[in-house]
């Protein structure tokens, strides 16, 4: 079976890690938690990381630093993973939804100008599959509004989007600068992993603040046992961010690499009759975390059938994101009932995404590709 993802784990990884097993800095204190921070928020541009054990925690504590509850609004893609809309949906507000755009499968910006109300706190942007989101609109909106921008950058490591186009002074920015806050992950999956594990970045020092103290507990400085406010443990490990640190002396490499994937299979894929293949924006910078496909009708296939037959020649596939909107969990509590969302609607059952890994081989990704032929021919 050629598996959808595996990660690619190096000698400085297990450097890092057993460094941690010989001293025992296994835990939430240790050198390499606060390098990490430091040299992933630097990375992408920004003044505080707060590491944390997931990117459905780093979401979770973004969305409590704002203080939304009851009666706010954050306006956010139906195309996303569940996470986003449970950090919202945790504290009593309510998650808003807009369609994505049919070719970057990224939030269409031009649907979030009509959901903004009265109860609009919030627009939390979500990167899919490694291509950026066209970010000024929202930036433009948030600031003319006054609303937070809650950042999802879980998915494109790296990844860069071209800010001010058509100013004098326009500027390719990495993902994860844009947020008042920005969340990752680190799952095994993402471009830099620590197996579990998540960042908030922000350049609001209280904001980094309060994220510290969210993750912890809400313990207190002075006061250990004493608690003011409801708290989290979120805490990543020394042991994770060493894995974490390694990974980011070689991102470039990753980077590349993802790249290479996703140009390797564009050339061998385009051109198949009824496959749409992933884009790059001229303004995005697009890293290929997973190279998503979508099927056209008239192949007589959706994802699942076509997944099936990849599976019979030894190829794992994922499907795309079913979009919340038809998830059973929020109609029960009465959300989204009458929400239509076509273009999602569509993918969800027509897209799904290629073995994508970083140690996938060349022989792989031709052997994966004369299947897609073959089941398509
Ligand atoms: C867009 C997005 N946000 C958040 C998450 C949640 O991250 P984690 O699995 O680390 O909780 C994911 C996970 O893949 C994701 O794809």
């Known amino acids: 079976m050629i598996p959808v993802n595996e990660p690619f784990l190096a000698q400085r990884e297990l450097e890092y890690v057993t460094e941690c097993v010989r001293t025992g800095w296994v835990s939430s204190a240790g050198r390499f938690i606060e390098e990490f921070e430091n040299q992933w928020a630097a990375y992408c541009g920004r003044r505080y990381g707060i590491a944390v054990s997931s990117g459905t925690a780093a979401l979770q504590v973004a969305v409590a630093c704002l203080g939304l509850g009851p009666g706010d609004e954050v306006i956010m893609p139906t195309f996303t993973i569940i996470s986003c809309a449970t950090a919202i949906v945790y504290t009593g507000a309510v998650p ?30 979500v990167h899919i599959y490694g291509h950026p989101v066209d970010m000024d609109p929202i930036l433009d909106l948030a600031e003319r509004h006054g609303l937070a921008v809650i950042e999802d950058a879980a998915e494109v490591h790296g990844a860069e989007y071209l800010s001010g186009r058509g100013t004098i002074h326009p500027a390719w920015r990495r993902c994860g600068s844009f947020g008042t806050l920005s969340c990752f992950s680190f799952y095994a999956n993402k471009l830099i992993t620590t197996g579990e594990g998540g960042m908030i970045l922000t350049d609001d020092s209280k904001l980094a603040e309060k994220a510290q103290s969210l993750r912890n507990l809400c313990f207190q400085a002075h006061r250990r046992f004493y608690h003011e406010e409801i708290g989290f443990n979120f805490r990543l490990t020394n042991l994770q961010a060493a894995l974490g640190l390694a990974q980011l002396e070689r991102i470039d490499e990753i980077i590349a690499r993802k790249r290479w994937i996703g140009q390797e299979y564009n050339s061998r894929l385009s051109g198949i009759p009824g496959l749409q293949l992933p884009v790059e924006e001229p303004w995005a910078r697009n890293v290929y975390w997973m190279y998503g496909i979508v099927l056209s009708e008239e192949t007589g296939m959706d994802a699942a059938a076509f997944a099936h037959k990849l599976k019979q020649r030894g190829i794992e596939t994922r499907p795309f994101f079913l979009g919340l909107h038809e998830q059973p969990v929020f109609h029960k509590r009465g959300l989204f009932l009458q929400d239509r969302y076509p273009i999602t609607e569509r993918i969800a059952r027509q897209g799904l995404y290629l073995p994508s890994g970083l140690a996938l081989t060349p022989k792989q990704i031709s052997e994966v590709s004369e299947a897609v032929h073959e089941v398509l021919a």
């Open 96 to 125: 808003v939804l807009v369609d994505c755009d049919p070719t970057t499968w990224c939030m269409d910006v031009d649907q979030v100008k009509s959901k903004i109300t009265q109860r609009t706190r919030a627009i939390m942007p």
